[in-house]
């Protein structure tokens, strides 16, 4: 079940920014320093998790490192480009080195909830998740807010129109026709 497929979009905008800095960030020589995170409870953190997981999270992240693999390739290649066999090999080696890295992500994202609920709240979104409503706002929740998405695009394209149409009337009465 895609309880999070709604927030898909958001996610994967996200993370492409993310891929679009690869290639640049492959360059540098010094390995960045991973983001700072407010420290929390171990307790805390196993509520994180156990609410990301309910939430089935992992899915935004899923395919990270090979996209970032295949980006920061990608980028070398408009460099290098004959190279692309041996890129297209390395790349091979490079996704197998770094296969499961994407779990960082989880752990930064359990962290971060940590740190922005008490222990006590992290225990009450568990539960509440686990309820017979919390399991429906999990299931509908997505659909509500792709829906909502769709609608606002809708509206806008139609009130545009209607933007559109006042702006041509108020040039009309200047004399200018749009």
Same mark, same amino acid.
Request: proline share 4%; charged share 20%.
């Given at each position: 079940?895609k309880? $999070? =497929?709604?927030?898909? =979009?958001?996610?994967?905008?996200?993370?492409?920014l993310?891929?679009? =800095? *690869? !290639?640049?960030?492959?360059?540098?020589?010094?390995q960045?320093? !991973?983001?700072?995170?407010k420290?929390s409870? !171990?307790?805390?953190? #196993? +509520?994180?998790?156990?609410?990301?997981?309910?939430?089935?999270?992992?899915?935004m992240?899923?395919? #990270?490192?090979?996209?970032?693999?295949?980006?920061?390739?990608?980028?070398?290649?408009?460099?290098?480009?004959n190279?692309q066999k041996?890129?297209?090999?390395v790349?091979? @080696?490079? %996704?197998?080195?770094?296969?499961?890295?994407?779990?960082?992500?989880?752990?930064?994202? #359990?962290? @971060? +909830?940590?740190?922005? $609920?008490? /222990?006590? /709240?992290?225990? &009450?979104l568990?539960?509440?998740y686990? =309820?017979?409503?919390?399991?429906?706002?999990?299931?509908?929740?997505?659909?509500?807010?792709?829906d909502?998405?769709? +609608?606002m695009?809708?509206? %806008?394209?139609? $009130?545009?129109?209607i933007?559109? *149409?006042q $702006?041509?009337?108020?040039?009309?009465?200047?004399?200018? &026709?749009?």
């Amino acid at each position: 079940m895609k309880r $999070f =497929s709604g927030l898909l =979009s958001a996610a994967t905008l996200a993370v492409g920014l993310a891929l679009a =800095s *690869a !290639p640049a960030m492959a360059q540098q020589q010094q390995q960045p320093a !991973p983001p700072k995170v407010k420290q929390s409870s !171990p307790a805390a953190i #196993a +509520y994180a998790k156990e609410i990301l997981a309910l939430k089935n999270v992992a899915t935004m992240y899923a395919g #990270a490192v090979p996209g970032i693999v295949e980006k920061t390739k990608t980028g070398l290649l408009q460099q290098y480009l004959n190279y692309q066999k041996d890129l297209d090999e390395v790349a091979v @080696i490079v %996704a197998k080195n770094m296969a499961g890295r994407e779990k960082e992500i989880g752990e930064g994202m #359990a962290q @971060i +909830y940590a740190s922005e $609920f008490t /222990e006590q /709240e992290l225990k &009450d979104l568990v539960a509440f998740y686990k =309820s017979p409503l919390g399991q429906k706002l999990l299931t509908s929740e997505p659909k509500a807010i792709t829906d909502s998405l769709n +609608y606002m695009q809708q509206w %806008a394209q139609q $009130f545009g129109v209607i933007v559109a *149409a006042q $702006f041509k009337a108020e040039m009309k009465k200047r004399g200018k &026709d749009i």
